[in-house]
């Protein structure tokens, strides 16, 4: 990863502006997402978002429902193509899905396979990463006892509940070895409980591997909790409205770092303009209906 | 077990009554047997072999057809199920090419490759084709999108997709087409042999008619029916026991 990153840096060192000193692993620039032609009832959901994440940081996006954060993250991921703008990781241009960038979704239930057991599931990213079968079942037990799955190893994910199916999701994702794990929305459909658990997992596993994440959510507590900074996505089309930089210690702690002033100062903040966005959306929205789940 | 005793009442009285009048000689037209006569008509045919050896010829040719009808029609299902744009444009033609009667081509075919398992095998994958791919095409559309999207998040190969993803994910609706174009093979199969083709249980029922065995001829059809019962549910057999293959890797 350093290697790959010190090239990027030496490709990009002349184009770059002389403030960007330090590694960016994600950058944005300009990003512009539209389906279809305006003309034939289409629309564009991203116009101009523009923001930067370092490498190894934890940046969460927050947006209320149908902003377009779920759009922004499968853009990030290759899966939908960017109709402007720059999209560069690690140096490169983002053309398409890679197995460097980990995607996570927030339904858990569709992105599992059925037919294959939760070892069966996390072995899929091993046969794509063309690890030879020996050498699967040490790599596997190595994460299982990671997300704490070790019980339901040759159970499939039907018979799971979401958090544990959730957990095979995310091993499956860091069985692949990515360089950045993105991650939508992937605790909202989990109970209070089984969320916290996860939050703080995924914070250990992040510091752990130094992993750049991208975390899509629309709990701004959960933003304010997880990440390095907070970025606002608001507007229609949507672009990056605000962007705050999270100044609480680490490791987080469900209790106080939850009840620090500057959470909830952060809080208020992100509510406030949140609040705001929605109402001045709100003539559009009823105008066209939001893609986005 | 109760409801296979009381499945039987049915067949059993009518096996009496139809013993009965062919004994008392209420029916006495040549079309009938008795049922005892076919019972040893049966037993006799299977005994010397001749009825299995044209068990296998029948099988040989609706297998080996069927098996091009499956590779056939679920490779280019799975195509077309995953290319919108290529179902449009292929769609008019197939919707053209599947309404003629395969045993049409029983002239055709029989000028390409003579009398024998190749012909019969052509006719067969003909008419098993359509079911195959029509319900392929419809099983890969329905597939969750998600799944597709993690193969191409994880880079997988086309070909390892369609392993992996594409056909497990699949699978359940397939195997109901290949379970259509199974019994469509027999019957085809059976069909041009009766025709045409002079192997198989097909013709070995024409023969048997031909020389007035009657015994026998209805040995064959209870025999057809007994083999036809057993593939359906070999194949639904099959089926359950390869989605939990694929399940275990």
């Given amino acids: 990863m350093g290697g790959a990153s010190v090239q990027a840096f030496r490709g990009q060192a002349n184009k770059m502006p002389p403030a960007a000193t330090a590694a960016r692993a994600l950058s944005v620039r300009g990003l512009r997402v539209s389906f279809g032609a305006e003309s034939s009832g289409g629309r564009t959901i991203l116009d101009d978002v523009t923001f930067e994440v370092g490498d190894g940081a934890f940046l969460c996006v927050v947006g209320a429902s149908g902003t377009g954060k779920t759009t922004l993250l499968r853009a990030l991921a290759g899966l ?171 490791p987080r702690n469900q209790l106080t770092t939850r009840e620090d002033a500057r959470f909830l100062a952060y809080r208020h903040r992100l509510f406030d303009l949140l609040t705001h966005d929605q109402a001045g959306a709100a003539g559009l929205a009823a105008r066209s209906p939001a893609r986005e789940a | 077990m109760r409801r296979g005793i009381l499945g039987s009442i049915i067949p059993i009285l009518i096996l009496c009554v139809w013993e009965t009048l062919s004994r008392t000689g209420t029916l006495s037209f040549d079309a009938f047997s008795r049922p005892t006569d076919i019972a040893s008509a049966l037993l006799s045919s299977l005994m010397d072999g001749s009825l299995l050896v044209a068990t296998w010829q029948t099988f040989e040719s609706a297998l080996l057809g069927l098996a091009i009808a499956t590779v056939v029609g679920v490779l280019t299902g799975a195509l077309l199920g995953l290319m919108p744009t290529a179902e449009r444009i292929t769609s008019p033609t197939i919707e053209a090419l599947r309404p003629i009667p395969a045993v049409a081509f029983m002239p055709l075919s029989l000028m390409m490759f003579g009398f024998g398992v190749g012909m019969e095998a052509s006719i067969v994958a003909y008419a098993c084709v359509w079911p195959i791919l029509i319900v392929t095409i419809g099983a890969v559309r329905a597939i969750e999108r998600r799944l597709l999207e993690v193969a191409e998040a994880l880079e997988l190969s086309f070909p390892a997709r369609l392993w992996k993803i594409i056909l497990p994910a699949a699978f359940a609706r397939i195997n109901v087409g290949l379970r259509i174009a199974a019994a469509i093979a027999i019957v085809v199969a059976v069909t041009v042999e009766i025709v045409l083709n002079p192997r198989g249980l097909g013709y070995h029922l024409i023969l048997a008619q031909q020389s007035l065995k009657v015994g026998l001829m209805y040995a064959q059809l209870f025999w057809l029916c007994v083999i036809g019962y057993l593939l359906n549910a070999a194949l639904r057999n099959v089926g359950g026991r390869s989605t939990r293959m694929l399940g275990s890797v």
């Avoid at chain 1, 140096?91 to 398409?96: E, L, N, S, Y």
């Avoid at chain 1, 197995?99 to 858990?108: E, G, L, N, P, S």
């Avoid at chain 1, 991650?183 to 992040?206: C, V």
């Fill in chain 1, 80 to 250: 939908v193509r960017p109709s402007g703008g720059e999209l560069l990781f690690d140096g490169q241009a983002i053309a398409g899905p890679s197995r460097d960038r980990a995607i996570i979704f927030q339904d858990y239930s569709k992105a599992l396979l059925p037919w294959r057991t939760v070892r069966g599931n996390i072995a899929l990213s091993l046969e794509a990463r063309g690890v030879p079968a020996k050498d699967r079942d040490a790599i596997i037990d190595e994460l299982v006892a990671k997300m704490g799955l070790v019980r339901a190893r040759d159970q499939f994910p039907g018979q799971l509940s979401g958090g544990m199916q959730q957990r095979v999701q995310i091993a499956r994702c860091l069985a692949q070895e990515p360089k950045i794990l993105l991650m939508d929305e992937p605790f909202g459909a989990l109970d209070a409980m089984t969320r916290q658990s996860l939050q703080d997992e995924i914070l250990q596993l992040a510091e752990e591997k130094q992993m750049t994440v991208v975390f899509i959510t629309h709990d701004l507590e959960e933003a304010i909790y997880l990440g390095d900074r907070v970025v606002v996505l608001g507007g229609s089309p949507a672009t990056v409205i605000e962007t705050i930089d999270v100044g609480l210690p680490r």
